[in-house]
């Protein structure tokens, strides 16, 4: 059989000439800020390094009582455990700065406008999940700080009125931070998030070739002769993959230069070590929360409570933003939002930095 | 194949250009696969940690099982020499009998019964004898590989004979 016979045969059953013929016409536009449109594909390469990484690591890590051990196991005794584990905790932290700029991109960009609202959503929704892998995967190690920082963490779920306790109870399997809490924390992040953020990446995926990339308010005003695009393939996809492998060295370089310490393990008994303090994606709310308490009427619980309100409304303006800022125009609510992404960077950015300052 | 017939013939390659296209691809080729080799060798040494630790151990030239010289006549000892089962067998008559008890036919963990005096693989139902560790009846295709056994009053050393 030639392999032209064998590509018909496959073809009239899965239709690869439509593809083919799809990928072909595929554009994207070009123009003084396309660069940023490398970022969701960064977001996408990294998280398939963490799944890469991920599976080497889940060959020898042991959750529950010994998972301490074992990750002390794959960082000294196995060869280059050390770098496979840096490689997995340092990649997560670019990507969760990789989605950071690209959903800062989008907003800016007003790409979140029709027809592209579950593009933005399911893009939050993703965010989200990361964030809960990010957290969730801290904690696997049971060393002293991923302990704290997940005891810490649990109490913000623990403010809610009334429901709090009972959900971070289950959270924790317990009154407390244990074997249980890193068992199904593992649960989590192998088998639940994955099985969540999957399907909703291939939507995502699926949502951008459906709709293609939205150019900026200021290049659609354009007439039609003055945009310019490129052909996907092979262009764009070129430096796209140039990208990944950027990334890639990025990655390499910070993960051997800088290998991801292990610090002692946890002991439920011993005090909080000094400087104790979040992921850097987490840093921002946890050092909100600590401004808001040193207000004098909302210091103890008060304070926590009204600072989860006030996430929760902040969060959900951000999330609805497509259905308040719609118009094509650049008009009145078109102004307030981009005021409203302006206070949010400015606030990620502050609130992060001065967390870090007073760590020391 | 008539397209390239039907090309003007005076549109030729210069052949520099050709050599020095050659040379690139060539050389970006070295620098994939030199690219890929340096991935690729951490995980594949990652992967055979267990192997290697194992090649380490079945390098032990000698073990000794301490308060061992107290097992009672006709009993045995299951231990490990290097990273593989052995036994230990103190016979009825005395003697100290020492050998490896990984079957030679698939590599089934063999078993000593005193009753039948014999060492037995429940596997597909190998017999050895338990002195010489020859192969008696059954599929095994040689015998048991014997251990030097030292007994003493700390414990029993086996090294390898």
């Known amino acids: 059989m030639s392999t032209k016979a064998i590509y018909d045969w496959v073809d009239e059953r899965l239709g690869l000439t439509e593809l083919v013929a799809f990928a072909l016409h595929k554009t994207v536009p070009v123009h003084s800020q396309s660069f940023w449109y490398y970022w969701g594909g960064i977001s996408l390469f990294l998280f398939l390094v963490q799944c890469f990484t991920g599976v080497l690591l889940l060959v020898y890590y042991r959750p529950g009582a010994e998972a301490y051990e074992s990750v002390r196991q794959i960082t000294f005794v196995m ?41 933005w959503l399911s893009g939050m929704a993703l965010l989200g999940v990361a964030s809960v892998f990010g957290f969730s995967g801290y904690l696997l190690p049971m060393d002293e700080l991923s302990y704290f920082a997940t005891k810490v963490g649990l109490q913000i779920p623990a403010a809610i009125p009334f429901v709090g306790e009972a959900i971070a109870n289950m959270l924790r399997g317990g009154p407390d931070v244990s074997e249980f809490t890193v068992q199904r924390f593992f649960a989590l992040h192998v088998v639940v998030l994955p099985a969540i953020f999957l399907p909703l990446l291939g939507f995502h995926l699926w949502l951008v070739q459906r709709h293609g990339n939205a150019a900026p308010p200021s290049v659609e005003a354009l007439p039609a002769t003055e945009r310019k695009s490129e052909p996907f393939m092979p262009n764009f996809l070129r430096k796209d993959l140039a990208m990944w492998l950027i990334s890639l060295n990025v990655l390499a370089l910070l993960a051997s230069v800088f290998p991801w310490s292990l610090g002692k393990p946890f002991d439920p008994l011993a005090p909080a070590p000094l400087g104790i303090h979040p992921e850097w994606y987490f840093m921002s709310p946890f050092e909100m929360l600590k401004l808001l308490g040193m207000v004098k009427w909302l210091q103890g619980e008060a304070g926590e409570i009204v600072g989860i309100l006030l996430f929760t409304l902040g969060i959900a303006l951000w999330v609805l933003i497509p259905f308040y800022d719609t118009k094509k125009e650049s008009g009145q609510r078109a102004r307030a939002a981009h005021y409203f992404g302006l206070i949010a960077v400015f606030l990620l950015l502050t609130t992060t930095i001065i967390g870090y300052w007073t760590i020391r | 194949m008539s397209e390239a017939t039907n090309l003007p013939t005076n549109i030729v390659e210069d052949p520099g250009e050709r050599n020095s296209r050659r040379a690139f691809l060539i050389a970006a080729g070295a620098a994939g696969l030199a690219y890929t080799a340096a991935l690729a060798y951490p995980i594949y040494r990652y992967l055979a940690s267990p ?79 338990p002195y010489t560790g020859a192969n008696v009846s059954g599929p095994p295709p040689k015998p048991l590989k014997l251990y030097k056994v030292a007994v003493t009053d700390a414990g029993v050393n086996v090294s390898r004979a």
């Not at chain 1, 991109?105 to 579950?118: D, G, I, L, W």
């Not at chain 2, 020492?98 to 089934?108: D, K, N, Q, S, Y």
């Open chain 1, 79 to 119: 060869h280059f455990g050390w770098l496979i584990r840096s490689a997995h905790a340092w990649s997560a932290s670019l990507m969760i700065f990789s989605i950071f700029v690209h959903m800062f991109s989008v907003y800016f960009m007003k790409a979140y406008r029709k027809p592209r609202e579950f593009g």
């Open chain 2, 51 to 129: 192997e290697e630790m194992a090649m380490e151990a079945t390098a032990v030239t000698e073990v000794t099982l301490k308060d061992a010289q107290k097992l009672p006549l006709g009993a045995v000892l299951m231990f490990k020499f290097g990273s593989s089962p052995a036994l230990l067998i103190h016979h009825e008559k005395g003697e100290w009998v020492a050998m490896t008890a990984v079957c030679t036919h698939l590599g089934c963990t063999v078993q000593y019964e005193p009753q039948a005096d014999r060492i037995h693989c429940a596997c597909h139902g190998g017999v050895y004898n």
